[in-house]
């Protein structure tokens, strides 16, 4: 027997008859009669067994079930002001679709902590709580607002291999892989195709997909696949015009995020704040010195650890930002591709920060094939690894800059996630191979 379909966020008392579908959350036994709590993807409906009102084998098959089996559940509204909805369900049809085993490998109402690793053992019950689910939904609006954006800005959604000849990023960080007996590696971004593209007339691309870092580092932060959502134009004046591209991007996702997402931002207790473009500027000199005032010692040319971007960060915050950009890194610590800053050490490049915490970079190119080559013997690189990407600078290269964005990270920190892992359905990292 079907009733009307219906789910927790649109059941009503005068439905009369309904069928729910869903999981046993929770069954409450009390003699004459029974609570069950039934959770769909919406929410919770409670299911109301009075012993001498629901048939016999209906009462026993619910009420022997096991918490997290599933089934359902066809039976009568009748108005209540014990429960959230303001109704409860009388059973008079069951359908038991699976029944779960005992005992479940982690609670998934039960208010105690569960360590990352447990849940992410047993993925497929956390993402059962509904603010671990809301963080995926929030993710899936957050993905469709960037390609709306970005293709509304006349970029041309591209995809290029993942499984590659040469890296980009730098030799520490490649997984190699065995290609039918040949060295190959798995693709850490697509920056050399996207660059290529930008000889070609299809001169605004961008690319959302897996990229892949054979990064040992076991941090909140760091996984060895993640999504690097990729920008690249050409015919742009400066890097200034790279980064203009980002804040329309990054402000339309956190307004459309804000907006669309606003049933799993309240699941989540969270409010974005959206910060109005233009975004702050500090070149990485300014920066230097506002760590050491603040008795660090750094040099001209030291990187950024995670203690220095939590530092500017902070500085940032007092000043009521979250996204900032800092710009001019000092050329030895950036790739090949980079273009330099005239005659000077520094470079044309950007970070995009967001509360403290890297999560994107970019620049200008060099796009004169000289030069390109010179910077790729300058990093100890051999250019005739290089030549499928050199010859497209060969024939008529127009000046381009571009992007990369950890997708993972964008959302951890616009959701102020603990761990870039929470973000990620089945994450990858040094440890970590399965689910
Ligand atoms: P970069 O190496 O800085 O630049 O990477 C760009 C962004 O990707 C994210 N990211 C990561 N996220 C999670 N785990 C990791 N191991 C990881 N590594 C990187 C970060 C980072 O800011 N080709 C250039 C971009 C460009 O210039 O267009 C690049 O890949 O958010």
Redesign the pocket.
Known sequence: MIGLIRDSSTIKVDDKIVTVKGWIQDIKNLGGISFITLRDKCGTIQITLPKKKVEENIFRNLVTLTRESTVIITGETKKSDQTALGLEIVPIDVKVCSRADTPLPMGIVDKVNVEMDTRLNNRFIDIRRPDVRSIFELRSIMMKSIVDVMTRNGFVQVHTPKIVGSG??GGATLFKIDYFGRSAYLA??P?LYKQMLMSTGLDRVFEISP?F?A?KSNTN????E?I?F?G?LAWIDSQKDVMSVIEIVIDHVLKEVSEKGKKQLEILGKKIKIQSPPYPVLTYSECIEIINNLGVNLKDGDDFGTKEEKIIGDYMASKGKDLYFITEYPSASK?FYIMNKDDTSYSYSF?LDFKGQ??????QREHRFDRLVSRMKESELDPNDFVFYTNAFKYGMPPHG?????I??LLTKMLDLQN?RDGILFPRDVSRLSP
């Open positions: 980009a990023e850490q971004s920056q990229a870092r990064e932060r760091h996984v060895t993640f690097s990729d690249e790739p970070d890297e999560i994107s970079s970019g620049g571009g992007w990369g964005i950890g993972d990270r870039v």
